[in-house]
């Protein structure tokens, strides 16, 4: 190694190691980590703003503008009510209809934004209830990793891949999402024998669900058919953003734009709710990545990894899928996913195919989440609006649930890995 690849190595490693202990906040180290591979000359800032991909970064921009006017119209809240109204106050088919609204959410919002919108609703469902709302909280947390992997704008990871991987909206639900229908059910079905099956509440408290007024949840009844428009259009857009010519980034914001636009919202308020400290973090990592790509670091990762697997495509998917479940079950998933798919592109130049890579990254990736409290951010922002609450999810009671469902789920995909592509 040269003295350039072992500077690159080292500050990449050394932002990882910020992440993990989190001595600093990550999005400091990785935009420290940007600026110091210029700094030492490692990449010039041409270099450094050309490893940044815009198409992710608006994608996130977009998506959470977007959201952001949404939910002042109190569309989210109304559709909760409704569906514990649906369920006609039984706790088993509420924590069903919530656990796959949680899904379905998950694959079109931000995880996090759907646990914040979800979460609360189902703490005062299961108060009037006189029910432990930990149960309903877990499968919520799980459902919003496993929805997350079903599309495109699902989850970071997954618009990392897209972006990089040249994959449309269509792509992901004919892989991805397939492979998510078949962990819903399974995990469902587990649900009803941890849960559903000792679920009992007495009459008098499901009709007390049943007298709430969904109507009084609207803010803003304009505002929400406006929003449900913008809703369709926009799954539209991304669903058929390939066949138009357009990139994905480009239906996010100009959602987003339309909707600032029409929704008559408080600007400066609305550009608050983006969480920039997450874009400035990506923009960083974006750089820090890139260090080690114009060093060729990565293709020589790229090349020990054939190299190990003996150039044999399907051991190399299986690979990729469990070693990067287990390693986003404790680490964040955006940096793993952000040095790895330098490295599947790098086997692509050697002439591979990649595709089965692509989708192995994803489903790991993205499941993994659902390994342990600190696996995604879903997991760590809901469990705190519980302990909020008054009850506490610990990381051993969670990791007793999580992890058995987190590798059950990756078996399901491994298995359908399997026949998509042996």
């Not at 656990?99 to 979800?118: I, K, P, R, Y």
């Not at 998917?317 to 996913?337: H, R």
């Amino acid at each position: 190694m040269d003295t350039m690849q072992i500077l690159s190595v080292v500050v990449f490693l050394a932002v990882m190691a910020a992440i993990v202990t989190e001595k600093i906040h990550r999005t400091v180290a990785a935009v420290a980590g940007g600026v110091l591979l210029v700094c030492l000359h490692v990449l010039t800032v041409d270099d450094a703003v050309g490893y940044i991909d815009f198409n992710t970064i608006g994608v996130l921009i977009g998506m959470m503008l977007f959201v952001a006017v949404v939910r002042n119209s109190g569309l989210f809240e109304y559709v909760a009510i409704k569906a514990a109204k649906i369920a006609k106050g039984n706790p088993w088919r509420i924590m069903l209809l919530f656990t796959v609204l949680t899904a379905v959410l998950s694959a079109f919002l931000d995880n996090v934004t759907t646990v914040l919108l979800v979460g609360p609703m189902t703490i005062a469902i299961t108060g009037i209830l006189g029910l432990n709302p930990v149960p309903f909280l877990l499968t919520q947390i799980l459902a919003s990793n496993i929805g997350g992997t079903a599309t495109l704008i699902g989850d970071p990871p997954n618009i990392m891949i897209g972006s990089q991987a040249g994959l449309s909206f269509a792509d992901f639900i004919m892989n991805t999402g397939v492979a998510v229908l078949f962990i819903m059910a399974a995990v469902c079905v587990c649900f009803y024998f941890m849960y559903g099956r000792r679920m009992t509440v007495e009459a008098d408290k499901m009709a007390a669900v049943m007298r709430l007024d969904e109507n009084k949840s609207i803010k803003d009844r304009p505002l929400m058919i406006k929003s449900i428009v913008m809703i369709v259009l926009v799954v539209l857009g991304f669903v058929f953003h390939s066949t138009l010519g357009v990139d994905s980034c480009i239906i996010a914001l100009a959602s987003a734009t339309i909707l600032l636009l029409i929704g008559r919202q408080e600007t400066e308020e609305i550009v608050l709710g983006v969480e920039w400290s997450t874009i400035l973090f990506f923009t960083g990592l974006f750089v820090v990545v890139g260090g080690m790509v114009q060093t060729g670091v990565i293709t020589a990762l790229g090349n020990a990894l054939v190299t190990v697997t003996g150039g044999n495509a399907i051991l190399l998917m299986l690979l990729i899928l469990w070693g990067s479940a287990l390693f986003s079950s404790f680490l964040d998933n955006i940096p793993f996913v952000a040095t790895m798919i330098p490295l599947i592109l790098s086997m692509q130049a050697e002439g591979m195919d990649v595709t089965a890579l692509w989708w192995a990254l994803s489903l790991g990736a993205c499941l993994g989440g659902n390994g342990t409290l600190i696996g995604a951010s879903a997991n760590v922002v809901l469990s705190g609006i519980s302990a909020k609450h008054g009850h506490p999810i610990t990381f051993a009671s969670y990791l007793k649930v999580g992890f058995p469902l987190m590798l059950l789920s990756v078996v399901i995909s491994t298995a359908f890995l399997l026949v998509r592509f042996h």
